[in-house]
């Protein structure tokens, strides 16, 4: 099996450091990419760290991948040597039942392989994602990259571009609805972008007041200060949707009140509620809900949405080796706004090795 360079993680409190995996040959249905960037979404540092339960180690994360197609199986149809393409979250699903044959991959109901984090079928090794210096992926859950737009900026719609994409799609949101999204960090900068060019008015609820310039640039309308009472109390009632990316457990209730009657919240942070107040929902028949990333269809649509709408991400390109410390910029909320890791650093190290 041929031998790659890698970051992983060998446990929860180790840092990333240099790591040799092992990826499989190339199959008939698969496509082997040359990885040339790997956004940093704030999933890596939940599960390198094991905050989401425990982990499986070693982790190379990374699922927002961006490269050049190197190899490709004899029965891959859609992808050849030298194309562009791009893998997500997820490699592989059962692909027969209800959730998938509805183009719902990620709600597999016998489980979807993540990118990593993940045993591959039916061999059980280990997956390992983007942070390497290449892949190997069935085609069928490969993605067509537009070359039109700025391939590193592209990265971060894998995971962030379609975790916002797929709520404002599934709840129909567009002209003539006012819209919040919750947190401008790597997800809320693309809920921004994206729900501005579907053509819904939009607001962003931030903890950080230093951020309402840019959030007017990206394409909000408004903005309110989440710790600003007064601000809070006057956007009561007037939501029709609100898109929440906070990374952390806190409490709903706020966000819930500035909701219209029968408007949503959906959270897409694997947080728990703090003490959702059912007074809130009754009053004007509430909801929340969640949403998982997208189905692969809807991943390429989204792509194309981008290149139709010229969107890509706002980034900060670094080098593999910088990635600890992109870590605790994260967490300190310090990033404008996807970190994306320029492959060719890791290939640089590989050859001084
Ligand atoms: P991120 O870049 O770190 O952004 C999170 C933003 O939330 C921050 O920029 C900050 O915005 C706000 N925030 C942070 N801590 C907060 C707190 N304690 N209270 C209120 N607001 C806070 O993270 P991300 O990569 O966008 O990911 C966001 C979450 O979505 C993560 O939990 C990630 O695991 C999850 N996620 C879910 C899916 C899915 O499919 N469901 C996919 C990808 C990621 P302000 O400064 O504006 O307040
Ligand atoms: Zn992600």
Not at 158 to 165: D, E, V
Not at 190 to 209: N, P, R, Y
Not at 288 to 313: K, P, W, Y
């Amino acid at each position: 099996m041929p031998t790659v360079h890698a970051y992983a993680a060998q446990n929860a409190s180790s840092p990333l450091a240099p790591f040799q995996i092992e990826r499989r040959e190339v199959g008939e249905g698969d496509v082997q990419l040359e990885i040339l960037y790997s956004g940093v979404c704030h999933s890596d540092i939940h599960q390198a760290r094991s905050e989401w339960g425990p982990a499986l180690y070693p982790m190379v994360p990374g699922h927002e991948i961006v490269g050049r197609v190197t190899a490709v199986g004899e029965r891959v149809g859609r992808f050849q040597v030298g194309d562009l393409a791009g893998v997500g979250v997820m490699v592989d699903s059962c692909q027969h039942c209800d959730s998938c044959a509805e183009g719902l991959e990620q709600y597999c109901e016998n489980g979807h392989t993540t990118t990593y984090n993940s045993r591959e079928k039916p061999s059980g090794n280990l997956t390992f994602g983007g942070y390497s210096t290449s892949i190997v992926v069935r085609e069928e859950f490969v993605l067509s990259v537009p070359g039109s737009l700025d391939l590193k900026a592209v990265a971060p719609l894998l995971c962030a571009g379609i975790t916002m994409y797929s709520p404002l799609r599934n709840w129909k949101i567009g002209p003539g609805h006012r819209i919040g999204v919750v947190g401008l960090g790597g997800l809320g900068h693309m809920g921004i972008k994206l729900a501005a060019a579907m053509g819904a008015e939009v607001t962003l609820f931030t903890t950080s007041a230093s951020k309402a310039d840019d959030a007017l640039r990206l394409g909000a309308h408004h903005v309110v200060v989440s710790s600003d009472r007064a601000a809070m109390k006057s956007a009561r009632s007037s939501f029709d949707f609100i898109l929440s990316t906070v990374p952390t457990s806190h409490d709903l209730n706020p966000y819930l009140g500035t909701l219209r009657r029968e408007g949503h919240l959906v959270i897409v942070g694997a947080i728990d509620p703090v003490g959702v107040h059912g007074g809130v929902l009754i009053a004007q028949r509430r909801s929340v809900a969640g949403s998982n990333i997208g189905g692969l269809a809807e991943t390429q649509e989204m792509l194309d949405f981008c290149a139709r709408h010229g969107i890509v991400a706002d980034i900060e390109l670094i080098a593999m080796q910088d990635i600890n410390a992109a870590y605790e910029r994260m967490v300190k909320n310090d990033v404008k706004y996807r970190f994306v890791i320029d492959m060719a650093s890791l290939k640089g190290e590989q050859a001084a090795d």
